[in-house]
């Protein structure tokens, strides 16, 4: 950095010279640069530069706000904003937070560690300066209420007629009141400073830790998302409310000092009280943090089961499934949400009254042993007393939110201390070897997490079946030497241990025993290719320079030449989240793409040949792997036999063993399992055609061919489609919103709380329960009237209506002068003591029961909205999905909803406390004193003023703050899908900059959000404290001509009225900001597209019968604005005929099956089930009639059973029969929990192979007239291949079967070829008559083909 006093070292620093542009992509920002224009010289958030009175004053905000509410008509946009500064930035924090943590381990070991402790050493110096803040703040509190009221009732009490002593306590006033609130607000905005430096350190230690992690899998995914989302939040509170607890024993101390002054040793009755009412808080506040815990454990199941493939889930039908399994999680996390949220408002209930409950028992106690009580003492204790009530008021929030964090410090202590990812050794035993395996054996964990009430569990329960499940996992006893510049071939069957071997050779499976060394730079392409969203240019380059000429040579040699001829902004075009818009054999072969571009010395390549066809194919392993690789190692796993002739060396693997290698031809002269394997490929491949028309099916390949036509890219998935206006932009902007909360958002929460009836019953209890409080006060002065024999009728009824409790004892006092009560005062007393406890009684039962009531209705509310909104995101249509990345969705499901379950509740109970007193006060002044009105109309006119510029700023703010969340969420989601690439790659640095630029973005929304809340609080106070003294200037220029009595309650009501206006107005726009949250659940009830069923037709159970669909005239496109995807297609399939569908990229194979599944809407014509027009048919009962087996196989988190049977319909031994056709029951008996096993989210502990003959179980289980396999078998080896063929046409022989395929030997069974291309269909008929025709499309394809043909 060469600005002067900021730090010297940036090693990840967003920009090296931190000048006016932060550049990056903002998929929030619809992939704006984020623009900053200010007067700063370096475009930072001005605060750790300005001058001392801009600071304590944060008048630095001032332009900021009224910018804001200038522009209050348009979104926040990005260049409306300055960037984080550096003291405040994610990699500052991260390195020091990062050295702190190594310190802490190193010292206490990994098991005494405690990122509790790590949290205070980081905020230790913040923390004592905080102290000395805190300490100087409460003693301005306590000067000017206790001491200073003290001061005021005894010059109105004197006879003295000294004005300008008088003018000087005004003095006085004004420079205590302006002292106090710059106090408060420098003491506030330090806090929120430390919580964001060390929330933005937290994330991003927590993100390294996820790059340095072997594996990112089901409950760990699910936690580092809430970290992320809820819990960083929490820990910043926590930071940010701690000056509370740190004030709080301050305040105690301060109070009981002056209470000893005022009335000796009975003071101790108020500490008493303290002690016990702070005690049970912090007991109750102890069972929340467990009940936190808890409510952790099921909103990480929630998020992770939404965390799923919704194209899959809308195909099988299974939305309602999903959504009862959802909302089945919610209702177990709402119970605990519930129980923690009534215990929270009964403490916040209680708390709050305790400085009333500790000055009646210490008052009345004092007077009952007689002594003696001046109006001076009585106020000055009283108003002692009150300066207790704003602080503990704010400790049961600061309680809770600081056992909270102590539970995210228990997790993230938990991740911090998971096994770290080794690279593996360099140091090979050959210099001629590139990797060298010496008798290793590797074991994958059998736990997914490190819970340890499971790990006892599972090592009760696994001991019977260890050796069985070793077996399963192991990698045994493997030996292998790679020569530089070999082309080794790996083969075997499904689940062999083939992808496990290319894990343990990166490094990624847990190593036992034996050698292993690797040396040079690795690519690895992956079984199931990983993209991210960025442009196709981007995922290539994957971090690498632009090199234009071997760039054009890997789009070249990966087949891709052809695709960005397609594409509406060639390279530049934006890929979807998860490649939701391209194909999979175009994800694999960018995937391969950003291999190659790598110039790496060792190729990892898992099984990148499965997804593309015979010409793509041959192209790929020629062109690519053995030309353009020439002279580089390649480990190439392969179910394509036929390539295996031209590898330097080939592996054959079974059960976790190599068992045969070596050349292929001596291999085959060996005679062995290779030489078994080759035969029956090509007795498969032969048999293919003399079986005729009879039977068989399954497709392995997807839309790959780098042929010149075809539609575009994008309009061969679903409607993730792209427009050439947006020049390739797939994902859509999120709407910040603008303008006030609209009142449409008020209602539907209401009407989710149980509507306004119930929300007028809430109140009328609220205001009962407000009112016992005015009756304890009225009565108590009522009581210390009747005390006094020289207490006069009128006075007492004058003051009878005060609300206040230091009114009360004011005025009460001042008629006081005996100092011994008589008998029957005694009797009197015991009678009002009576009533008065009772009342006290009453005080804590309606407290009680309006926080039970309030925080039912409040918690339901949020769950409705929840179920609602979920319930509309499961009938939206895919192009929702394919524009919204997940991590935008995740954040409104679990930031947003955090909002609605936990804060929103206590701003709401806070706003209704303070709405409701300010009324009472206003009443209760207008009735005793009508010119008090007179002096609140300007308070209140600029109050009105002031808060309509303040709302528009933290309005806008916390929209800002709210849309800034998801590109950070949908980052770390990404990154963790795609944690082998990215440091096979050595990309860390890339995504660790990237990761740390979304939180720096979140850093400045928060700073700003907080930052304009305590600006609006500090003007606040300093005007109010204007209100005050002026009102106490009034009183000493009418010293004499008003009464004592009425000065001490016109300056009790003022006080009063002003503080809690203060309030009113910070909750306000507290909790209008929090309903920001609610109005982004809301778009999702509301304003969200659906699915939409216009149905005449409800088919009985038996639909359909036969299974034959007719395509008439059909045309489809994915939005309204693009070229159709399917152009007058028309064919019709008779009952229980196979089809094959072959075609080129972008033909609109996928487009068909999507239109048939009624995933998008069609332009024109009809498709007919058994003469049913599938249109008129609702859509879940249609997709519930149909069944696909996809070409990425999707498991879901949860047990084998629910895999299989979501909805438990079949018997188990309808499972088991399922099981056993697609060869996988022997592997689930393995397990103890057989069906009940836990499958991970996306199956990630099983091989893609076995995956996809789960997915083939379940077609089996269904059993549906109709059955369309896209790429079914593409990872399952020849020989499983051959069986499961059989299986399908044994299972499936009265089926009709759509057969989406590239590899056309797969289809020649078939009894009609659909070949298609660019949405039309090109040509029909059977195989064998195609093959005739010489002239045909089909035979031209075949001929292509370098597999063994079968004779005619």
Request: proline share 2%.
């Given at each position: 950095?060469s600005?002067e006093?900021?730090?010297?070292s940036?090693?990840y620093?967003?920009?090296?010279?931190?000048?006016?542009?932060?550049?990056f992509?903002?998929?929030?920002?619809?992939?704006?640069?984020?623009?900053?224009k200010?007067?700063?010289r370096?475009g930072?958030?001005?605060?750790?530069?300005?001058?001392?009175?801009?600071?304590?004053?944060?008048?630095?905000?001032?332009?900021?706000?009224?910018?804001?509410?200038?522009?209050r008509d348009?979104?926040?946009?990005?260049?409306d904003?300055?960037?984080?500064?550096?003291?405040?930035?994610?990699?500052?924090?991260?390195?020091?937070?990062?050295?702190?943590?190594?310190?802490?381990?190193?010292?206490h070991?990994e098991?005494?560690s405690?990122?509790?402790?790590v949290?205070?050493?980081?905020?230790?110096?913040r923390?004592?300066i905080?102290i000395?803040?805190?300490?100087?703040s409460?003693?301005?509190?306590?000067?000017?209420?206790?001491?200073?009221?003290?001061?005021?009732?005894?010059?109105l009490?004197?006879?003295?007629?000294?004005?300008?002593?008088g003018?000087?306590?005004?003095?006085?006033?004004?420079?205590?009141?302006i002292?106090?609130a710059?106090?408060?607000?420098?003491?506030?905005?330090?806090?929120?400073?430390?919580?964001?430096?060390?929330?933005a350190?937290?994330?991003?230690?927590?993100?390294?830790?996820?790059?340095?992690?072997?594996?990112?899998k089901?409950?760990?995914?699910?936690?580092?998302?809430?970290?992320?989302?809820?819990d960083?939040?929490?820990?910043y509170?926590?930071?940010?409310?701690?000056?509370?607890?740190?004030?709080?024993?301050?305040?105690?101390?301060?109070?009981t000092?002056?209470?000893?002054?005022?009335?000796?040793?009975?003071?101790?009755?108020?500490?008493?009280?303290?002690?016990?009412?702070?005690?049970?808080?912090?007991?109750l506040?102890?069972?929340?943090?467990?009940?936190?815990?808890?409510?952790?454990?099921h909103?990480?199941?929630?998020?992770?089961?939404?965390?799923?493939?919704?194209?899959?889930?809308?195909?099988?039908g299974w939305?309602?499934?999903?959504?009862?399994?959802?909302i089945?999680?919610?209702?177990?996390?709402?119970?605990?949400?519930?129980?923690?949220?009534i215990?929270?408002?009964i403490?916040?209930?209680?708390?709050?009254?305790?400085p009333?409950?500790?000055?009646?028992?210490?008052?009345?106690?004092?007077?009952a042993?007689?002594?003696?009580?001046?109006a001076?003492t009585?106020?000055?204790?009283?108003?002692?007393?009150?300066?207790?009530?704003?602080?503990?008021?704010?400790v049961?929030?600061?309680?809770?939110?600081?056992?909270?964090?102590?539970?995210?410090?228990?997790?993230?202590k938990?991740?911090?201390?998971?096994?770290?990812?080794?690279?593996?050794?360099?140091?090979?035993?050959d210099?001629?070897?590139?990797?060298?395996l010496q008798d290793?054996?590797f074991?994958?964990?059998?736990?997914?997490?490190?819970?340890?009430k499971?790990?006892?569990?599972?090592?009760?329960?696994?001991?019977?079946?260890k050796?069985e499940?070793?077996?399963?996992?192991?990698l045994?006893?493997?030996n292998?030497?790679?020569?530089?510049?070999?082309?080794v071939?790996i083969?075997?069957?499904?689940?062999?241990?083939?992808?496990?071997?290319?894990?343990?050779?990166?490094?990624?499976?847990?190593?036992?025993?034996?050698?292993?060394a690797v040396?040079g730079?690795?690519?690895?392409?992956?079984?199931?290719a990983?993209?991210?969203?960025?442009?196709?240019?981007?995922?290539?380059?994957?971090?690498?320079?632009?090199?234009h000429?071997?760039?054009t040579?890997?789009?070249?040699?990966?087949?891709?030449?052809?695709?960005?001829?397609?594409?509406p902004?060639?390279?530049?075009?934006?890929?979807?989240?998860?490649?939701?818009?391209?194909s999979?054999?175009?994800?694999?072969?960018?995937?391969?793409?950003?291999?190659?571009?790598?110039?790496?010395d060792?190729?990892l390549?898992?099984?990148p040949?499965?997804?593309?066809?015979?010409?793509?194919?041959h192209?790929?392993?020629?062109?690519c792997?053995?030309?353009?690789?020439?002279?580089?190692?390649?480990?190439?796993?392969?179910?394509?036999?036929?390539?295996?002739?031209?590898?330097?060396?080939?592996?054959?693997?079974e059960?976790?063993?190599?068992?045969?290698n070596?050349?292929?031809?001596?291999?085959?002269?060996?005679?062995?399992?290779?030489?078994?394997?080759?035969?029956?490929?090509?007795?498969?491949?032969?048999?293919?055609?003399t079986?005729?028309?009879?039977?068989?099916?399954?497709?392995?390949?997807?839309?790959?061919?780098?042929?010149k036509?075809?539609?575009?890219?994008q309009k061969?998935?679903?409607?993730?489609?792209?427009?050439k206006?947006?020049?390739?932009?797939?994902?859509?902007?999120?709407?910040?919103?603008?303008?006030?909360?609209?009142?449409?958002t008020y209602?539907?929460y209401?009407?989710?709380?149980?509507?306004?009836?119930v929300a007028?019953?809430?109140l009328?209890?609220?205001?009962?329960?407000?009112?016992?409080v005015?009756?304890?006060?009225?009565?108590?002065?009522?009581?210390?009237?009747?005390?006094?024999?020289?207490?006069e009728?009128?006075?007492?009824?004058?003051?009878?209506?005060?609300?206040?409790?230091?009114?009360?004892?004011?005025?009460?006092?001042?008629y006081?002068?005996?100092?011994?009560?008589?008998k029957?005062?005694?009797?009197?007393?015991?009678?009002?003591?009576?009533?008065?406890?009772?009342?006290i009684?009453?005080?804590?039962?309606?407290?009680?029961?309006?926080?039970?009531?309030?925080?039912?209705?409040?918690?339901?509310?949020?769950?409705?909205l929840?179920?609602?909104?979920?319930?509309?995101?499961?009938k939206?249509?895919?192009?929702?999905?394919?524009?919204?990345?997940?991590?935008?969705?995740l954040?409104?499901?679990?930031?947003?909803?955090?909002?609605?379950?936990?804060?929103?509740?206590?701003?709401?109970?806070?706003?209704?406390?303070?709405?409701?007193?300010?009324?009472?006060?206003?009443?209760?002044?207008?009735?005793?004193?009508?010119?008090?009105?007179?002096?609140?109309?300007?308070?209140?006119?600029?109050?009105?003023?002031?808060?309509k510029?303040?709302?528009?700023?933290?309005?806008?703010?916390?929209?800002?703050?709210?849309?800034?969340?998801?590109?950070?969420?949908?980052?770390?989601?990404?990154?963790?899908?795609?944690?082998?690439?990215?440091?096979?790659?050595?990309?860390?640095?890339?995504?660790?900059?990237?990761?740390?630029?979304y939180?720096?973005?979140?850093?400045?929304?928060?700073?700003?959000?907080?930052?304009?809340?305590?600006?609006?609080?500090?003007w606040?106070?300093i005007?109010?404290s204007?209100?005050?003294?002026?009102?106490?200037?009034?009183?000493?220029?009418?010293k004499?001509?008003?009464?004592?009595?009425l000065?001490?309650?016109?300056?009790?009501?003022?006080?009063r009225?002003?503080?809690?206006?203060?309030?009113?107005?910070?909750?306000s726009?507290?909790?209008?900001a929090r309903?920001?949250?609610?109005?982004?659940?809301?778009?999702?009830v509301?304003?969200?597209?659906?699915?939409?069923?216009?149905t005449?037709?409800?088919?009985?159970e038996?639909?359909?019968?036969?299974?034959?669909?007719?395509?008439?005239?059909?045309?489809?496109?994915?939005?309204?604005?693009?070229?159709?995807?399917?152009?007058?297609?028309?064919?019709?399939?008779?009952?229980?005929?196979?089809?094959?569908i072959?075609g080129?990229?972008?033909?609109?194979?996928?487009?068909?099956a999507a239109?048939?599944f009624?995933?998008?809407d069609?332009?024109e014509?009809?498709?007919?089930i058994?003469?049913?027009?599938?249109?008129?048919?609702?859509?879940?009962t249609?997709?519930?009639?149909?069944?696909?087996?996809?070409?990425?196989?999707?498991l879901?988190?949860?047990?084998?059973?629910?895999?299989?049977?979501?909805?438990?319909l079949y018997?188990?031994?309808?499972?088991w029969a399922?099981?056993?056709?697609?060869?996988?029951?022997?592997k689930v008996?393995?397990?103890?929990e057989?069906?009940?096993?836990?499958?991970e989210?996306?199956?990630?502990?099983?091989?893609?192979g076995?995956?996809?003959?789960?997915?083939?179980?379940?077609?089996?289980?269904?059993?549906?007239?109709?059955?369309?396999?896209?790429?079914?078998?593409?990872?399952?080896?020849?020989?499983?291949?051959?069986?499961?063929?059989?299986?399908?046409?044994?299972?499936?022989?009265?089926?009709?079967v759509?057969?989406?395929?590239?590899?056309?030997?797969?289809?020649?069974?078939?009894d009609?070829?659909?070949?298609?291309?660019?949405?039309e269909?090109?040509e029909?008929?059977h195989?064998?008559?195609?093959?005739a025709?010489?002239?045909?499309?089909?035979?031209?394809?075949?001929?292509?083909?370098?597999?063994?043909?079968?004779?005619?």
């Amino acid at each position: 950095m060469s600005i002067e006093g900021q730090p010297k070292s940036r090693p990840y620093s967003i920009t090296q010279d931190r000048k006016v542009i932060i550049s990056f992509p903002n998929p929030s920002f619809n992939g704006d640069h984020v623009i900053v224009k200010t007067d700063s010289r370096n475009g930072q958030v001005p605060v750790n530069k300005v001058g001392l009175f801009s600071y304590i004053t944060l008048s630095w905000m001032s332009s900021m706000i009224m910018k804001l509410y200038k522009h209050r008509d348009q979104a926040l946009r990005e260049e409306d904003v300055w960037e984080i500064s550096d003291w405040e930035s994610c990699d500052i924090n991260t390195l020091r937070l990062q050295k702190i943590w190594e310190d802490e381990v190193a010292t206490h070991g990994e098991k005494r560690s405690s990122f509790l402790r790590v949290w205070f050493k980081f905020i230790q110096t913040r923390l004592y300066i905080k102290i000395l803040l805190v300490l100087i703040s409460a003693v301005l509190a306590f000067f000017m209420s206790g001491f200073m009221t003290n001061l005021m009732v005894s010059y109105l009490e004197s006879e003295s007629t000294d004005l300008w002593y008088g003018i000087a306590l005004v003095a006085i006033n004004i420079v205590g009141q302006i002292l106090r609130a710059v106090s408060f607000a420098v003491m506030m905005f330090f806090g929120v400073q430390t919580g964001i430096r060390f929330r933005a350190g937290m994330l991003g230690v927590v993100y390294k830790k996820i790059l340095r992690l072997k594996s990112i899998k089901g409950k760990v995914a699910s936690e580092i998302i809430t970290i992320f989302g809820a819990d960083s939040m929490r820990v910043y509170n926590t930071c940010s409310s701690l000056v509370y607890l740190l004030a709080f024993p301050i305040y105690v101390i301060i109070g009981t000092a002056y209470a000893y002054y005022l009335i000796g040793y009975w003071c101790f009755i108020a500490l008493a009280t303290f002690i016990f009412f702070n005690q049970l808080q912090a007991n109750l506040s102890t069972f929340v943090a467990a009940l936190r815990r808890k409510t952790l454990i099921h909103t990480d199941k929630r998020v992770n089961k939404k965390n799923s493939s919704m194209k899959m889930i809308k195909m099988y039908g299974w939305e309602d499934s999903f959504k009862a399994a959802i909302i089945a999680i919610r209702k177990s996390e709402v119970r605990v949400l519930l129980t923690a949220a009534i215990l929270n408002s009964i403490t916040s209930a209680i708390v709050p009254v305790t400085p009333s409950i500790a000055a009646v028992a210490t008052i009345s106690t004092y007077r009952a042993f007689g002594n003696e009580l001046t109006a001076s003492t009585a106020f000055g204790l009283v108003s002692t007393l009150d300066f207790l009530r704003y602080i503990m008021a704010q400790v049961p929030l600061a309680t809770r939110s600081f056992g909270e964090s102590r539970v995210t410090f228990e997790r993230i202590k938990k991740l911090m201390l998971r096994e770290e990812y080794q690279v593996p050794s360099s140091e090979v035993l050959d210099d001629s070897n590139a990797i060298e395996l010496q008798d290793a054996v590797f074991q994958w964990n059998l736990m997914t997490d490190s819970d340890n009430k499971s790990q006892k569990r599972n090592e009760r329960t696994t001991k019977t079946k260890k050796s069985e499940n070793e077996g399963r996992i192991l990698l045994g006893s493997i030996n292998l030497n790679v020569k530089k510049g070999q082309v080794v071939g790996i083969c075997g069957s499904v689940g062999c241990g083939k992808s496990s071997l290319i894990s343990a050779i990166l490094g990624r499976m847990p190593q036992k025993t034996g050698h292993l060394a690797v040396r040079g730079n690795i690519a690895y392409a992956a079984q199931q290719a990983w993209v991210f969203n960025g442009t196709l240019r981007e995922n290539i380059l994957f971090g690498q320079p632009f090199d234009h000429n071997w760039y054009t040579q890997v789009i070249y040699a990966c087949g891709l030449e052809p695709d960005l001829d397609l594409l509406p902004n060639r390279d530049e075009t934006e890929i979807g989240e998860r490649g939701i818009n391209i194909s999979g054999g175009q994800k694999q072969r960018i995937s391969l793409a950003r291999a190659v571009y790598s110039k790496s010395d060792i190729y990892l390549l898992d099984d990148p040949l499965s997804a593309v066809d015979v010409h793509v194919g041959h192209h790929l392993f020629h062109r690519c792997i053995k030309r353009l690789l020439q002279g580089k190692t390649v480990i190439l796993v392969t179910h394509q036999l036929q390539y295996l002739k031209d590898c330097d060396e080939m592996l054959v693997m079974e059960e976790g063993r190599i068992v045969e290698n070596g050349s292929h031809e001596s291999m085959l002269e060996y005679g062995g399992q290779y030489n078994s394997m080759i035969g029956h490929y090509h007795a498969t491949s032969a048999s293919t055609a003399t079986t005729g028309k009879d039977e068989s099916l399954s497709c392995r390949s997807e839309d790959d061919q780098r042929g010149k036509s075809g539609e575009k890219l994008q309009k061969d998935k679903s409607d993730a489609s792209l427009s050439k206006e947006s020049k390739g932009k797939l994902t859509i902007k999120e709407d910040a919103g603008v303008g006030m909360v609209t009142f449409g958002t008020y209602k539907s929460y209401i009407n989710a709380a149980g509507g306004f009836t119930v929300a007028t019953a809430f109140l009328l209890l609220y205001i009962i329960s407000l009112g016992t409080v005015v009756f304890t006060d009225w009565w108590l002065s009522i009581s210390l009237g009747e005390t006094k024999k020289s207490s006069e009728a009128t006075p007492t009824a004058n003051m009878s209506v005060n609300v206040s409790i230091s009114t009360t004892m004011t005025t009460n006092s001042l008629y006081q002068n005996s100092t011994e009560p008589t008998k029957s005062q005694t009797g009197g007393m015991d009678f009002y003591l009576s009533i008065y406890l009772a009342s006290i009684g009453a005080i804590i039962l309606l407290a009680s029961l309006k926080s039970v009531i309030g925080s039912t209705v409040m918690v339901k509310a949020s769950d409705r909205l929840h179920n609602r909104a979920l319930d509309n995101v499961m009938k939206a249509p895919m192009a929702f999905f394919d524009a919204n990345p997940t991590g935008r969705i995740l954040n409104r499901f679990s930031r947003d909803m955090d909002e609605g379950d936990a804060f929103l509740p206590h701003s709401l109970d806070l706003l209704l406390y303070f709405t409701s007193m300010v009324l009472i006060l206003l009443t209760t002044a207008a009735a005793n004193l009508p010119w008090i009105v007179i002096a609140f109309v300007p308070v209140g006119l600029f109050y009105f003023g002031f808060k309509k510029i303040s709302a528009e700023s933290i309005r806008q703010l916390k929209r800002f703050e709210n849309v800034a969340r998801s590109p950070l969420i949908n980052h770390v989601a990404t990154s963790g899908a795609g944690l082998s690439a990215i440091v096979a790659y050595n990309q860390q640095r890339q995504f660790i900059i990237k990761c740390m630029q979304y939180t720096d973005v979140t850093s400045t929304a928060l700073m700003l959000f907080e930052g304009s809340m305590r600006w609006i609080e500090l003007w606040l106070n300093i005007v109010s404290s204007l209100m005050v003294v002026a009102t106490v200037l009034t009183m000493v220029l009418t010293k004499g001509t008003i009464g004592v009595a009425l000065a001490a309650l016109s300056l009790s009501l003022i006080i009063r009225v002003v503080s809690l206006m203060q309030h009113l107005v910070k909750y306000s726009n507290d909790a209008e900001a929090r309903f920001t949250s609610i109005e982004r659940i809301q778009e999702y009830v509301s304003q969200l597209d659906t699915e939409v069923d216009t149905t005449s037709v409800v088919p009985d159970e038996s639909w359909p019968r036969e299974g034959g669909i007719a395509f008439t005239d059909v045309s489809m496109r994915y939005r309204q604005n693009l070229d159709p995807v399917l152009r007058n297609v028309q064919f019709d399939i008779k009952a229980k005929q196979k089809v094959g569908i072959v075609g080129r990229t972008g033909a609109g194979k996928s487009s068909m099956a999507a239109a048939l599944f009624r995933l998008c809407d069609l332009s024109e014509g009809h498709i007919y089930i058994d003469g049913v027009d599938i249109a008129q048919i609702p859509r879940k009962t249609l997709r519930s009639r149909l069944s696909a087996i996809p070409q990425d196989p999707v498991l879901f988190s949860g047990t084998i059973r629910y895999n299989l049977d979501p909805f438990n319909l079949y018997s188990e031994e309808l499972i088991w029969a399922a099981l056993e056709q697609v060869h996988m029951k022997e592997k689930v008996r393995q397990f103890c929990e057989q069906l009940d096993f836990e499958v991970e989210e996306n199956g990630g502990n099983f091989s893609v192979g076995e995956r996809q003959l789960f997915c083939l179980g379940r077609a089996i289980l269904r059993k549906n007239k109709i059955l369309v396999l896209d790429e079914a078998t593409a990872s399952i080896d020849t020989s499983t291949d051959a069986i499961i063929q059989q299986t399908i046409r044994d299972s499936f022989s009265d089926c009709t079967v759509l057969t989406i395929a590239h590899r056309l030997n797969t289809v020649l069974h078939c009894d009609l070829i659909l070949i298609m291309e660019a949405g039309e269909i090109l040509e029909t008929g059977h195989p064998q008559n195609l093959m005739a025709n010489p002239h045909s499309v089909f035979n031209k394809m075949i001929r292509a083909q370098t597999v063994k043909m079968p004779s005619s």
